[in-house]
């Protein structure tokens, strides 16, 4: 079975630009996840989504928003670029037993 | 709020000398213990989730056991291909019926020499 796929997997934008990341989960998951990693640190948690509704958000800016699709893949939008933004973007995806499996991420690059 | 701390922060071992990493919480209501092994440049791997005080898991060279306090990962004769970021997280409810937000510790380089 195909695991978590994220796409593009290397983005470079500059500052105030805007840029969506895309996921599809493992079949049969319905719950989404989406987390920031900085150089040197564990992933912060950015937003959960779970049957098309957001269910849970982390501490980041309205500049971060996502959505979820009814086949359950997800996407992330981030608008006004900072410097700040440059980091891994990871999705994961869960079924009902807890679990959340990730995918190779995105790396993105604010110039 | 809910806060994880993992130690050591690198730990360097020698092929075949075990040993423990640590991972602290602070959280109201866990919802799961969970470990990952991460390469440099890739996603999280998921490796053991542990519920319960007492609980312990096993694969391969890693056993994880769990405290009301905290986790330990063991390490039994590690070979070079063990080296990896290993991430300790904590799972919360964020709303849904699966555990939407993990809390994760800054993690554990460890290197294996052979």
């Known amino acids: 079975d195909a695991g978590v796929t994220q796409s593009p997997t290397h983005l470079i934008k500059t500052r105030g630009q805007q840029v969506t990341l895309r996921c599809s989960p493992i079949?049969?998951?319905?719950?989404v996840s989406w987390y920031q990693q900085v150089l040197g640190q564990g992933p912060q948690f950015i937003f959960q989504?779970?049957?098309?509704?957001?269910?849970g958000r982390g501490n980041f800016p309205d500049r971060f928003s996502a959505r979820q699709f009814p086949n359950y893949s997800s996407e992330l939008n981030v608008n006004a670029l900072l410097l700040g933004d440059s980091a891994l973007y990871l999705c994961?995806?869960?079924?009902?037993?807890?679990?959340?499996?990730f995918g190779p991420g995105t790396r993105l690059t604010v110039l | 709020e809910d806060q994880v701390t993992q130690s050591p922060e690198a730990l360097r071992l020698q092929e075949g000398e075990s040993s423990s990493l640590n991972c602290s919480y602070t959280?109201?209501?866990?919802?799961?213990l969970f470990w990952y092994r991460q390469d440099p440049g890739k996603g999280p791997e998921f490796l053991f989730t542990?519920?319960?005080a007492g609980e312990e898991k096993e694969k391969e060279r890693l056993k994880a056991t769990l405290t009301k306090k905290e986790s330990f990962l063991h390490i039994t004769a590690p070979k070079p291909e063990d080296s990896a970021t290993y991430l300790c997280?904590?799972?919360?409810?964020?709303?849904?019926?699966?555990?939407?937000?993990?809390?994760f510790g800054q993690g554990t380089i460890l290197t294996v020499h052979p």
């Open positions: 994961a995806s869960s079924g009902d037993r807890g679990a959340q499996y």
């Open positions: 079949s049969g998951h319905k719950s």
């Open positions: 989504y779970y049957e098309k509704e957001e269910r």
């Open positions: 959280v109201s209501g866990l919802r799961g």
């Open positions: 542990l519920y319960s």
């Open positions: 997280a904590v799972g919360v409810n964020a709303g849904g019926t699966s555990y939407g937000k993990l809390t």
